[in-house]
Each structure stands twice: as structure tokens, then as C-alpha cells.
């Protein structure tokens, strides 16, 4: 019968080295983990007070003004303004001689990238609900660029509408080359139950519907080189839960992004979306209630909303060839030192 032998320590003839070395190291790790834990336990710093400013300008902090809008919410009724003119960005002509349909252009992020549009050298065509006053705002920002800009109010959920818009923008400037879709619904909502099949409804009629019909009207006027940028959102990646609908809205934008650029890249024609986090325009305060707008964007690392002009300029490098000719199906992320993107 066998006998099954026992392993035991090895006892070769550098046995006294090896253990030696061992004990050695052992020792180390142990002064190691001493050290850590003396820079754990000792006194915390304390911490940065404050938001993160890391721009070239200080920007608004909370808490915010409570505050409280009516839909579709007017951006000159914000209490602070949104910053949206960009002082210390440079044009330096990667637009030149491009035509730009923005839809929510008249507020907020779509505000601040027609500035930025118009500063690159395009005309801009701005699509907007009803807020006339926040329409001519813009318009005034576009034209002190340099450059023309169209209004064209209506509503984007009506295909007819789109098709309209498209083509008044080609009557005015004779070409279209870059649709920016940013139109957007949004309302809070507790629980599942609490959505009506209305909300639902007109929650997907604005958000995706009408990135929809908008793609489709300018399709066939956008050539080689001419681009489609989406906005979508952190909550499109996340979700969210008090906003299922409008978030469902927002990965349904981000797919859609992605489906369409393969669909087009053949032609030459880019789709990229931009995915913000919290930004200030008068989309929330058009939502939730006044103390939830004075905390609005404390949550994410940089401890504030954005503000639209230090978003704007990822629709800029989107939307022009020099900077992203090679770029297609993205999901470009602002979301304030968040990674989850």
C-alpha cells in the first residue's frame, strides 16, 4: 500500500535567506500600514467650502433663490440670469459659412450655443414654443455676433411644423448644415402612479418625437460634412427616479443617436449627442418647487449647476469639422465631475 507523503517546509539550503527576507517584509508592510493609518486618523483638514469654480469666471453658487416658473418657463425671469455669453470664449471661424437649426433655442442651453454658433461664423435658425421675449433676447446675442438670426416659433411635437421650419430655414439662408436638437418637456413625478398617460404622452411627443421629426425634415438637406447634435442627458445614463418618463426620453435620445449615425455615416453626415448634468435654465424651475430649486445641482462633485455657456462649447467641438470629422455615435458627457458617463 502507498503511503501518501506530507508536505511540509521547504529546506533547501537557502531556507535561512528566504525567511529572513520574508520577515523583512513582513516588517516593512507592517511600518507600511502604520504610517497610512497615523495620516487616516489624525485630524482631518478641514474641507474646500463652496462649490468648485474652475472657469475663467466665479459662477453662481447654492443655495439658489427659491424660486418657482410657469411652464414653458421664461429665462428673464430667472434670479441669477443664466450666464450664457461666453466672455471669454474665442471664435476663431470653425462655423464659418454653416447654417445651424437650433430647437429650444430661444433659453437656456440652446441660447448659449446659437452665441456660440453665431461667434463661429454660422447663421442661426432658432425654434422655440411661445417665449417671444426670451426669443428676441437671442436673436439680439446672434446679430450682435455678426451673423443672422431667423425666429420660428411653433411646436415641435406637429410634424407639419418641423417640415416648416426646416424649409423656412433653407428659404432664408439657402442651406442647412447643422440640426441642433434640444427641445425638451419635463415634470417631476413621485411614483409610477402619479404620471398620467397625458404627461406620458407629452413627454415623448417633445423629447423623442420630435428629435424624430426634426432629423427627418432636415435630412434631406444636409450633405456631406453636415452634422445632427442631440441633447441628452445624465438622466439618460443614470435614470432617474422621479423623472421616469423624461429620462426614458433621454436613453431613448441616446439609442437613437447611436442608431442614426450608423444609419448615416455613408453619407458623410455625423449624429453625436451631448448628455448634461444639471444645468441652469429655466427647465427645473419650471418644474419642481422653489426649495428644490435652491438646492438644484448641489449633488454632483463640483457642488452647482452648470451655467449654459460652460456647456455650449461641447456643441461647438460637435458640430464642427475641424474638431470632430472622425467623431460619430458619441455620447459626450457634462455632468460636473460626475463619472458615471
Not at 446679430?143 to 426646416?166: H, M
Not at 451655467?307 to 464642427?320: C, D, T
Request: hydrophobic share 35%; with cysteine; glycine share 10%.
Amino acid at each position: 500500500m502507498a503511503v501518501k507523503k506530507k508536505a511540509g517546509r521547504w529546506t533547501g539550503s537557502k531556507k535561512s535567506d528566504g525567511a529572513a527576507a520574508g520577515r523583512a517584509k513582513a516588517e516593512s508592510d507592517r511600518s507600511l500600514q502604520a504610517k497610512a493609518e497615523a495620516q487616516r486618523y489624525r485630524k482631518p483638514q478641514s474641507k474646500k467650502e463652496g462649490a468648485v469654480q474652475a472657469g475663467s469666471r466665479r459662477y453662481p453658487e447654492n443655495p439658489l433663490p427659491k424660486q418657482h416658473l410657469e411652464k414653458p418657463g421664461v429665462e428673464s425671469e430667472l434670479n441669477p440670469r443664466p450666464e450664457y455669453k461666453a466672455p471669454a470664449y474665442r471664435g476663431s471661424g470653425k462655423l464659418e459659412g454653416m447654417v445651424a437649426l437650433i430647437t429650444g433655442g430661444d433659453s437656456g442651453i440652446g441660447r448659449a450655443v446659437a452665441v456660440l454658433y453665431a461667434r463661429e461664423g454660422a447663421e442661426v435658425a432658432i425654434v422655440y414654443l411661445s417665449e417671444d421675449q426670451d426669443a428676441e433676447e437671442t436673436r439680439a446675442a446672434v446679430e450682435a455676433e455678426g451673423q443672422r438670426a431667423l425666429l420660428i416659433p411653433g411646436d415641435v411635437t406637429d410634424p407639419e411644423f418641423c417640415r416648416t421650419a426646416v424649409d423656412a430655414t433653407v428659404q432664408e439662408f439657402g442651406r442647412l448644415d447643422i440640426l441642433v436638437n434640444n427641445a425638451a418637456f419635463q415634470e417631476h413625478a413621485s411614483s409610477l402612479e402619479d404620471i398620467s398617460e397625458e404627461q406620458f404622452d407629452r413627454t415623448f411627443k417633445t423629447n423623442i418625437y420630435g428629435y424624430f421629426h426634426m432629423a427627418k425634415a432636415a435630412l434631406p438637406h444636409l450633405n456631406e460634412g453636415s452634422c445632427i447634435v442631440n441633447s441628452g442627458s445624465v438622466t439618460g445614463i443614470e435614470g432617474s427616479k422621479e423623472l421616469l418618463d423624461y429620462s426614458a426620453t433621454k436613453g431613448a435620445i441616446h439609442a437613437f443617436t447611436k442608431s442614426l449615425a450608423q444609419n448615416l455615416v455613408e453619407k458623410g453626415i455625423r449624429v453625436n449627442c451631448v448628455a448634461p448634468g444639471p444645468v441652469w435654465t429655466p427647465l427645473n424651475p419650471a418644474d419642481v418647487d422653489a426649495e428644490k430649486v435652491a438646492k438644484f445641482g448641489s449633488d454632483v462633485p463640483m457642488k452647482r449647476p452648470a451655467q449654459p455657456e460652460e456647456v455650449a462649447p461641447a456643441y461647438v467641438f460637435l458640430a464642427a469639422p475641424s474638431c470632430s470629422s472622425y467623431i460619430s455615435g458619441e455620447i459626450l458627457p457634462v455632468l460636473g465631475g460626475n463619472t458615471a458617463g
